[in-house]
């Protein structure tokens, strides 16, 4: 009798179409660093959970907080 292996339930969650995934606001990025410049990059799972419409030459404002050591960018309206 030959055995029957199942798709194991990660698998089958992970391809469920209908689960809502939680939109994570918290994620951890290393910077780029060069000489003269730092570059921070966007998460792959930040760009698809996101529909952002950035185009070159498009303008991002950036916040510098000095007391809590955050950098905030703001994008869009």
Known sequence: MKRQEKIPQLILDELDVNK????QAVFDVKPIVEKHQIKFPLPRKVTRMYDFDIKKGDVVKMVVDEEKGEVTYRIGK
């Open 20 to 23: 809502k995934e939680e939109k």
